[in-house]
């Protein structure tokens, strides 16, 4: 029987981690449910999650450990659920200890008046990986808020444009209709690679300093001194993001984030259950109008006044809501360049939104539709 106490703050926070890591269904869930609590006397816990392509390793420290050395294999969203709700603060403590009951292995939590059992799952199975040398590390500012200004505009379900592409100069992320770009300098990258870093920017720090660094097919990330992380790197090619890079525009406005992004999101909620949406941007004599359609419903027009900017004459940009809303919501500044081609319907869209971000979102068009 082991016995550890913790810190209730400190737990919470590895385990929060640890379950965004963990996979909730597929093939993964199959293989790597749960997540693991290595306990040895003496030393901090360790925390293991994994998805299969995002190895997590965590360094924890205790107030007390008694008993054997050990391994705890937890369910991932039930545990995490009742850690993160303790109450945390000084003097906050929960304990875990395992313990036999019939033919299965129980956790049992307490912290104050709140008590848990967890059965346990078989962490002979479960997949296995060894802490990295720090010392083959170089370092990186903002890699993680880098990555998240970016991976909203991954796909959801098709490698490698489910991950973030890192050349050495930009991170990028695309799903073939809207492409995000940022600067984020990696003078040491000894090439081009592409990362499952949706899951990845989600559990670093979004400023400041990490180390990365490679081994065979897997990036090493350092977010802190007590977490470890490896990464898969996609084999597959990722598409040639240069061409959109140098894409020149005839027109330009600037305009006002968060007002211009709440005209956005009137004419994107009116659309109702349309599975199928279709937002409709007229830009010409100093305004960009939008206006959004249903049937059962009726339509919604609205106006965003740009004076003395896009005095020629009105023409319509169509796109689905999500892609032009999703570009400027992640811009980092408050106000924004708008770069099109005055006429032109059929011709994609970019972003300026300060800070090295930029964007390109193209046109809605009905043959598209289905596929967007």
Do not use: C
């Not at 997540?35 to 360790?46: A, D, N, Q």
């Not at 600067?183 to 870093?197: K, N, Q, R």
């Not at 400023?207 to 084999?235: K, W």
């Amino acid at each position: 029987m082991t016995k550890v106490v913790f810190e209730t703050a400190t737990l919470a926070d590895a385990v929060k981690k640890a379950e965004k890591i963990a996979p909730s269904k597929g093939q993964a869930f199959d293989m790597a449910a749960g997540f693991v609590l290595e306990v040895t006397p003496g030393l901090p816990v360790v925390v293991r999650s994994t998805n299969l392509e995002i190895f997590s390793m965590e360094w924890i420290e205790t107030l007390e450990t008694d008993g054997e050395k050990t391994s705890w294999r937890v369910p991932a969203g039930l545990f995490a659920q009742v850690v993160t709700s303790l109450p945390i603060g000084s003097g906050k403590t929960v304990t875990l200890e395992d313990q036999i009951v019939g033919f299965s292995s129980q956790l049992h939590l307490t912290s104050g008046r709140t008590k848990a059992k967890f059965n346990m799952l078989d962490v002979s199975h479960y997949p296995h990986w060894t802490a990295f040398d720090p010392d083959s590390l170089f370092k990186v500012n903002d890699f993680g808020g880098r990555m998240a200004l970016v991976e909203w505009a991954t796909d959801k379900s098709l490698p490698p444009l489910t991950g973030v592409h890192l050349d050495g100069e930009f991170a990028f992320g695309t799903d073939r209709f809207r492409l995000a770009a940022t600067e984020l300098p990696i003078p040491d990258l000894p090439h081009p690679i592409t990362i499952p870093a949706k899951i990845l920017s989600q559990v670093m720090k979004q400023i400041g300093e990490v180390q990365i660094g490679f081994e065979g097919t897997q990036l090493l990330v350092m977010p802190d001194e007590y977490t470890q992380l490896r990464s898969v790197i996609f084999a597959e090619q990722y598409p040639n993001m240069t061409r959109a890079l140098s894409m020149k525009f005839d027109t330009s406005v600037r305009i006002k984030k968060e007002p211009f992004l709440e005209i956005l999101n009137r004419a994107s909620n009116f659309a109702g259950g349309d599975r199928i949406p279709h937002l409709k941007m007229f830009i010409g004599k100093e305004e960009i109008a939008v206006m959004m359609t249903n049937d059962e419903v009726g339509l919604l027009g609205d106006v965003y006044e740009i004076p003395g900017q896009a005095e020629h004459g009105r023409f319509t940009i169509g796109f689905t809501p999500r892609n032009i809303i999703e570009s400027v919501a992640n811009a980092p500044s408050a106000e924004l360049t708008l770069h099109y081609n005055e006429g032109n319907s059929t011709s994609m869209v970019h972003i300026d939104g300060g800070s090295g971000y930029k964007t390109w979102v193209m046109p809605r068009s009905e043959k598209r539709a289905e596929e967007q």
